[in-house]
C-alpha cells in the first residue's frame, strides 16, 4: 500500500531528486578535476605566465616551465628509481600481507589481539624516526642507499594497509562458500584459490593500489635512506624550497601524471570489485 | 596442515618482517625518547611540552583532523552510495573520483598553492569578478583562517578517495538481497541506507576511519607547502626537532606523543564499530 501510494505521487519528487542527484555527481567530479586543471595550466605555460597575475583561464601551451623542469640533472634516474621502489613495495606488501589477512579473517588464535594491536602499532608510528635507526642497520648490512632497502621500509608502511584491507574484505567472503568447497573434495588450498581468490582479487588490487600509492607519495624516509638514488618525492622536496614557482608548479606535475595513469590502468579492477555487487 | 598451526604459518611472515623493520627501530626510538645521555629520564618530554609552541601545535593537529574526517566520512560514503546507483558512466565517474588516490600530499599542496598563492586562481577569479582590485596574499600570518581553509580543503581533496573505494568495495560485498527484500516492505533508501549499508559496512568503516584518523595526525607535506611554518602541526615540529633543532632526543620524544593519540584514537574507533562475532555477511 505505502509503496504504491508513493509511486503515484513520485514523478515530480522522482525527477527533481534525479536533478539534484545528476548536479551532485558532476559538482563532485569538477570539485576533483578543477584544481588538476589549474595545475595543467601552470605546468603548461611558460615561467613568466606563471609568475603575473591574473592567471590565464586557458594554458598557452608553452613547455618553457617543463623543459626547465626537465633540465634538473637526476630528473629521470629519480623518476625510475621512484617505480621501482614503488613496484617492490607493492609486491613485497601484497606477498607478506594478505596471508595474514586471511588468517585474521579466518581462525581464532592464541595472540590473535595481540597481533592485531602490533599491526595497528605499526601504522601509528610517525615514519620518519623509524627510518633514522634504520639507516644506521642498513649502513651496516650495505642496504643503505639501495632501491631495495628503501622499499623495505615503505613496505613496513604498507603492510598494515595490506593486513588491513584483506582483513576487511576476506570477513565480507562467506565462510560457508568455502566449507562448501571442501565437502565437495577441495582441500584447504584448492578451496582458497578456486573459490576465495577470484572473488577477492578485485579487492586485493585495491590493496596493492594502496601500497604503491604509498610509496610513491614518501618523501621523508626516502630522503633520509637515499643520498645518490633518490626516488623522486625526495628530489623534488630537495629542490622545493630554493625552487621558482614554475618549478615546483612543474614538478607537482610530473608527480601527478605517473598517478593518473596508474589509476587509470586499475579502472577496470575497480569497476570488477564493484561487479561482486551485481552477482 | 593442521587448522592449529596454519593461522600461525600464515602470519609469520608479517611477524618476522615488522619485529625487523619496526619494532625493533621503534625499541630505538624510545630509548632515544627517555634519555638524555646519562640514563632514564624525562627531560625530553618536560623540554618539548614546555616549548611555547607545543599548545599551539597539538590544537591545531587535533583542530584539523576534526575538521577534516568528518566531512571526508560523508563525502565518502555519499559518493560510494551514489557509485551504487548509477548505471550509466559509473566507471568513468568512478575513476574521475579516485584519481586524488595516486597524487601525493607533496603534489597536492603545490596544487592546491596554485589556487591560493598570491598571484594564483583564487585572486584570478576574483579580480576577473571585480570583486578585488589588488591580489591578497591568502598565505600569510594575516589570513590564519584563510591558511587553515586552504590546508583542510587540500586534505579533503587529496584523501578521501582512499575512504572511498574502501567503502566502495565494502558496500560490494553486501548481498543484493538484503535491499530488494528492504524494498519489498517499502522501506526509504534513506532507510535502507541506515538500516542495511551502514550496519553491515562495519567493517569497511572501521578500516576507512582508523586509516585516515592516524593519517590525519601525521599531516605534514601538504602543511609544508601551504603553511609553512604559519600553521605548526605536530609532524612539522617533530622534524623541525630532527633536523633543524638536531635535537633527536626531543624529536623522539614527540614522536612518541604523537603515537600515544593516534593509538588512542584507533582503540576508540576499534571499540565503537567492533564487529560482532558472527555477525558477518
Same mark, same amino acid.
Given at each position: 500500500?505505502?509503496?504504491?501510494?508513493?509511486?503515484?505521487?513520485?514523478?515530480?519528487?522522482?525527477?527533481?531528486?534525479?536533478?539534484?542527484?545528476?548536479?551532485?555527481?558532476?559538482?563532485?567530479?569538477?570539485?576533483?578535476?578543477?584544481?588538476?586543471?589549474?595545475?595543467?595550466?601552470?605546468?603548461?605555460?611558460?615561467?613568466?605566465?606563471?609568475?603575473?597575475?591574473?592567471?590565464?583561464?586557458?594554458?598557452?601551451?608553452?613547455?618553457?616551465?617543463?623543459?626547465?623542469?626537465?633540465?634538473?640533472?637526476?630528473?629521470?634516474?629519480?623518476?625510475?628509481?621512484?617505480?621501482?621502489?614503488?613496484?617492490?613495495?607493492?609486491?613485497?606488501?601484497?606477498?607478506?600481507?594478505?596471508?595474514?589477512?586471511?588468517?585474521?579473517?579466518?581462525?581464532?588464535?592464541?595472540?590473535?589481539?595481540?597481533?592485531?594491536?602490533?599491526?595497528?602499532?605499526?601504522?601509528?608510528?610517525?615514519?620518519?624516526?623509524?627510518?633514522?635507526?634504520?639507516?644506521?642497520?642498513?649502513?651496516?648490512?650495505?642496504?643503505?642507499?639501495?632501491?631495495?632497502?628503501?622499499?623495505?621500509?615503505?613496505?613496513?608502511?604498507?603492510?598494515?594497509?595490506?593486513?588491513?584491507?584483506?582483513?576487511?574484505?576476506?570477513?565480507?567472503?562467506?565462510?560457508?562458500?568455502?566449507?562448501?568447497?571442501?565437502?565437495?573434495?577441495?582441500?584447504?588450498?584448492?578451496?582458497?584459490?578456486?573459490?576465495?581468490?577470484?572473488?577477492?582479487?578485485?579487492?586485493?588490487?585495491?590493496?596493492?593500489?594502496?601500497?604503491?600509492?604509498?610509496?610513491?607519495?614518501?618523501?621523508?624516509?626516502?630522503?633520509?635512506?637515499?643520498?645518490?638514488?633518490?626516488?623522486?618525492?625526495?628530489?623534488?622536496?630537495?629542490?622545493?624550497?630554493?625552487?621558482?614557482?614554475?618549478?615546483?608548479?612543474?614538478?607537482?606535475?610530473?608527480?601527478?601524471?605517473?598517478?593518473?595513469?596508474?589509476?587509470?590502468?586499475?579502472?577496470?579492477?575497480?569497476?570488477?570489485?564493484?561487479?561482486?555487487?551485481?552477482? | 596442515?593442521?587448522?592449529?598451526?596454519?593461522?600461525?604459518?600464515?602470519?609469520?611472515?608479517?611477524?618476522?618482517?615488522?619485529?625487523?623493520?619496526?619494532?625493533?627501530?621503534?625499541?630505538?626510538?624510545?630509548?632515544?625518547?627517555?634519555?638524555?645521555?646519562?640514563?632514564?629520564?624525562?627531560?625530553?618530554?618536560?623540554?618539548?611540552?614546555?616549548?611555547?609552541?607545543?599548545?599551539?601545535?597539538?590544537?591545531? #593537529? &587535533?583542530? /584539523?583532523?576534526?575538521?577534516?574526517?568528518?566531512?571526508? %566520512?560523508? +563525502?565518502?560514503?555519499?559518493? !560510494?552510495?551514489? *557509485?551504487?546507483?548509477?548505471?550509466?558512466?559509473?566507471?568513468?565517474?568512478?575513476?574521475?573520483?579516485?584519481?586524488?588516490?595516486?597524487?601525493?600530499?607533496?603534489?597536492?599542496?603545490?596544487?592546491?598553492?596554485?589556487?591560493?598563492?598570491?598571484?594564483?586562481?583564487?585572486?584570478?577569479?576574483?579580480?576577473?569578478?571585480?570583486?578585488?582590485?589588488?591580489?591578497?596574499?591568502?598565505?600569510?600570518?594575516?589570513?590564519?583562517?584563510?591558511?587553515?581553509?586552504?590546508?583542510?580543503?587540500?586534505?579533503?581533496?587529496?584523501?578521501?578517495?582512499?575512504?572511498?573505494?574502501?567503502?566502495?568495495?565494502?558496500?560490494?560485498?553486501?548481498?543484493?538481497?538484503?535491499?530488494?527484500?528492504?524494498?519489498?516492505?517499502?522501506?526509504?533508501?534513506?532507510?535502507?541506507?541506515?538500516?542495511? #549499508? &551502514?550496519? /553491515?559496512?562495519?567493517?569497511?568503516?572501521?578500516?576507512? %576511519?582508523? +586509516?585516515?584518523?592516524?593519517? !590525519?595526525?601525521? *599531516?605534514?607535506?601538504?602543511?609544508?607547502?601551504?603553511?609553512?611554518?604559519?600553521?605548526?602541526?605536530?609532524?612539522?615540529?617533530?622534524?623541525?626537532?630532527?633536523?633543524?633543532?638536531?635535537?633527536?632526543?626531543?624529536?623522539?620524544?614527540?614522536?612518541?606523543?604523537?603515537?600515544?593519540?593516534?593509538?588512542?584514537?584507533?582503540?576508540?574507533?576499534?571499540?565503537?564499530?567492533?564487529?560482532?562475532?558472527?555477525?558477518?555477511?
Amino acid at each position: 500500500m505505502t509503496a504504491e501510494a508513493t509511486d503515484v505521487a513520485a514523478p515530480d519528487t522522482r525527477k527533481a531528486g534525479r536533478a539534484v542527484y545528476i548536479s551532485a555527481v558532476v559538482l563532485l567530479c569538477a570539485w576533483v578535476l578543477v584544481p588538476l586543471y589549474f595545475l595543467l595550466i601552470n605546468t603548461l605555460s611558460s615561467p613568466d605566465t606563471v609568475n603575473s597575475f591574473p592567471k590565464p583561464a586557458f594554458p598557452e601551451f608553452d613547455l618553457g616551465s617543463l623543459t626547465f623542469f626537465a633540465n634538473f640533472a637526476g630528473m629521470l634516474t629519480a623518476l625510475k628509481n621512484s617505480i621501482l621502489v614503488a613496484g617492490l613495495t607493492m609486491i613485497m606488501s601484497i606477498v607478506v600481507g594478505a596471508p595474514a589477512g586471511y588468517a585474521l579473517s579466518r581462525f581464532d588464535f592464541r595472540g590473535k589481539e595481540l597481533f592485531r594491536l602490533l599491526i595497528l602499532l605499526t601504522r601509528a608510528f610517525p615514519l620518519p624516526l623509524l627510518a633514522l635507526p634504520l639507516a644506521v642497520m642498513f649502513i651496516q648490512t650495505g642496504l643503505d642507499d639501495t632501491v631495495f632497502g628503501l622499499a623495505l621500509v615503505h613496505t613496513t608502511l604498507a603492510i598494515p594497509f595490506a593486513v588491513l584491507i584483506t582483513f576487511s574484505l576476506f570477513s565480507g567472503i562467506p565462510l560457508e562458500l568455502e566449507e562448501a568447497a571442501w565437502t565437495l573434495g577441495c582441500t584447504r588450498l584448492t578451496a582458497f584459490t578456486k573459490v576465495v581468490l577470484p572473488l577477492i582479487l578485485p579487492g586485493i588490487t585495491a590493496s596493492a593500489i594502496f601500497a604503491f600509492v604509498i610509496s610513491w607519495n614518501e618523501v621523508f624516509a626516502a630522503a633520509v635512506l637515499t643520498i645518490e638514488n633518490r626516488t623522486l618525492t625526495a628530489f623534488l622536496l630537495q629542490n622545493l624550497d630554493t625552487s621558482p614557482l614554475h618549478l615546483k608548479f612543474a614538478g607537482g606535475f610530473i608527480l601527478v601524471v605517473p598517478a593518473l595513469i596508474f589509476i587509470f590502468a586499475v579502472r577496470k579492477y575497480l569497476f570488477a570489485m564493484w561487479g561482486i555487487a551485481n552477482r | 596442515m593442521s587448522a592449529r598451526f596454519l593461522p600461525y604459518v600464515l602470519i609469520l611472515p608479517v611477524t618476522l618482517f615488522l619485529c625487523l623493520f619496526f619494532l625493533y627501530p621503534f625499541v630505538l626510538v624510545a630509548q632515544q625518547a627517555f634519555s638524555t645521555g646519562s640514563g632514564f629520564t624525562l627531560d625530553n618530554f618536560r623540554d618539548v611540552v614546555s616549548y611555547w609552541k607545543f599548545p599551539t601545535t597539538m590544537t591545531n #593537529t &587535533l583542530l /584539523l583532523a576534526a575538521a577534516v574526517v568528518p566531512v571526508q %566520512l560523508a +563525502l565518502a560514503l555519499l559518493m !560510494a552510495t551514489m *557509485v551504487n546507483q548509477m548505471k550509466r558512466g559509473r566507471d568513468l565517474i568512478l575513476y574521475v573520483w579516485t584519481i586524488p588516490l595516486g597524487i601525493s600530499d607533496l603534489a597536492a599542496g603545490i596544487i592546491w598553492l596554485a589556487i591560493f598563492e598570491q598571484s594564483g586562481f583564487l585572486n584570478s577569479m576574483m579580480s576577473g569578478l571585480g570583486l578585488i582590485e589588488r591580489p591578497t596574499n591568502f598565505l600569510s600570518y594575516q589570513n590564519p583562517g584563510v591558511v587553515f581553509l586552504a590546508i583542510a580543503l587540500a586534505e579533503i581533496w587529496r584523501a578521501t578517495a582512499i575512504m572511498l573505494v574502501i567503502l566502495v568495495a565494502g558496500i560490494g560485498l553486501i548481498p543484493k538481497e538484503y535491499y530488494e527484500a528492504a524494498e519489498v516492505f517499502g522501506a526509504s533508501p534513506w532507510k535502507r541506507f541506515v538500516r542495511i #549499508t &551502514l550496519p /553491515l559496512l562495519r567493517p569497511s568503516l572501521q578500516t576507512a %576511519l582508523v +586509516l585516515r584518523v592516524i593519517l !590525519a595526525f601525521e *599531516v605534514f607535506a601538504v602543511v609544508a607547502a601551504l603553511g609553512g611554518t604559519l600553521f605548526p602541526v605536530l609532524m612539522g615540529e617533530t622534524y623541525a626537532y630532527q633536523f633543524d633543532l638536531l635535537n633527536s632526543g626531543a624529536a623522539a620524544a614527540m614522536a612518541l606523543i604523537i603515537l600515544g593519540i593516534s593509538i588512542a584514537f584507533t582503540l576508540v574507533i576499534l571499540r565503537a564499530l567492533r564487529v560482532p562475532k558472527g555477525a558477518s555477511i
